[in-house]
Every structure is written in C-alpha cells, then in structure tokens.
C-alpha cells in the first residue's frame, strides 16, 4: 500500500493520477498506523511551511514521518519541511536533511521559479536510466541550499538542491506528477525501492 501523508495541503490529485498511470492506488492519510503499515510513503507538495508543520506537530506526524523506515518521497514542499529549517515564515522543520530553506532573490528573474528547468549532477537510484539535464516542471519561491546530501542540482539566480537522498528519505523539489515522462519515471524509481 502507498500512503500519501494528509496535512490540509498538498497537489494530491495530480500525485494520484501520476499513481494510477503506473497502475498503483494510494491512500490519503494522516492516520500514524496506516502511515507506518504503508510500503511507500509519498509527502506531496504545495502550501506553505509553517502552516504545513503546524498540522503535523498538532497531529505528531513531524516524528512519526521522521521515524520511517521505508521508501519515502517529498515532493517541493515535501522537500522542504524535511530540511531542518525554511526562511518561510521562519520555520523550524523536521531536521531529516541538515540543511536550509531560503527565499529567491532577483532583480532579473521572476520569484517564484515557475516552469521548466533542466537538472544535473544526477545521482542515486531516483534517477535511474534518466539522462542528465533532463528538464523538470518547478513551482516554488524557496529553494533548499545544496550540500552533501544533493543528488541533482538545478540552477535559478543560483545553483540549488533539486533532489536530496538521505537514508530511506528522498525528496525532489520539482513536480514529478507534472514533469511529463521523465518524471514518471522517476515516481517509478521510487515505487520500486
């Protein structure tokens, strides 16, 4: 079973019908147990951080989800909230990735970063037969700085984190559900770890 995690948010439709092209059904949830019973957990992504952690520390689900042992995925909010802070409404997160979340800031480019982007240095098994700079769908106006734990990169104003791997939590900040082929393809990376 493939739980995604419920917390008043979130791109859930587009995430479920990303699901259901590759023949799998999910269950939206944020009931722990079923959380934990759940082969794959997928964190969708829309909304805003501090909103967002809100709702999973009322619930505890912040260490609940932290605690899993299976395949997870963030999805660009997912990404975010796993990250141990955002600059979005100064926010502590959940602290799986030892890095920050900060805010784009341009005189020349638009904020947020909207639309399609290439990704590159790509590694780990998210990625598995995808070519390097493979182009990705992005929303988003905060952005995870790149460290040790970056398995693909994507430049705007800056080079930032497109993916990050620790452990069994792996997180991208595009929109796989939206990335066409490609990103469907790395949705089915993750169902088969």
């Known amino acids: 079973m493939i739980a ?83 600059a979005e409404n100064d926010t502590e997160c959940m602290g799986i990735f030892n890095t920050e979340v900060r805010l784009f800031k341009s005189d020349t480019l638009k904020v947020p970063h909207v639309g399609w982007n290439n990704i590159t240095g790509l590694k780990g098994p998210l990625f598995n037969g995808i070519d390097e700079n493979a182009w990705m769908y992005f929303v988003h106006s905060y952005y995870a700085v790149a460290n040790e734990l ?17 452990d069994n939590f792996y997180a991208v900040q595009f929109h796989p559900e939206k990335s066409g082929q490609v990103g469907q393809q790395v949705i089915g990376n993750f169902l088969a770890l």
């Not at 501090?50 to 009322?58: G, I, N, P, Q, V």
């Not at 970056?150 to 620790?166: G, H, N, R, V």
Request: hydrophobic share 40%; with cysteine; net charge negative.
């Open 150 to 166: 970056t398995q693909a990169t994507c430049e705007y104003t800056l080079p930032f984190a497109a993916s990050l791997q620790k």
């Open 4 to 86: 995604i995690v419920k917390y008043n948010a979130g791109n859930i439709q587009s995430v479920r019908f990303a699901l259901e092209r590759l023949g799998k059904e999910a269950i939206w949830t944020d009931d722990p147990e079923v959380l934990q019973s759940a082969s794959h957990v997928i964190f969708p992504g829309v909304g805003e951080a501090s909103t967002a952690m809100h709702y999973l520390r009322e619930r505890g689900l912040d260490t609940v989800i932290s605690e899993l042992k299976q395949p997870v995925l963030g999805i660009c909010l997912g990404l975010q909230l796993f990250c141990a802070y955002s």
